[in-house]
């Protein structure tokens, strides 16, 4: 379990999560990457991808 970087809410992951998976928060929907640390699995801002026009 985590702590929600923008709302503070407690956002839970399965005890199998690895590194990278991409979980939501439940209260401000928004979306987060696993990463490991000393303590366990923590949370970073995941990267939006923009939709490609061919530019």
């Not at 970087?5 to 399965?14: M, Q, R, T, V």
């Not at 690895?18 to 990267?47: H, N, R, S, W, Y």
């Amino acid at each position: 379990m985590a702590e929600c970087i923008e709302c503070d809410a407690a956002i839970s992951f399965p005890a199998d999560a690895v590194e990278g998976e991409i979980v939501t928060c439940p209260e401000c929907g928004a979306g987060f990457e696993l990463v490991g640390g000393k303590d366990g699995m923590g949370l970073k801002p995941a990267q939006t991808v923009g939709e490609d026009w061919g530019e």
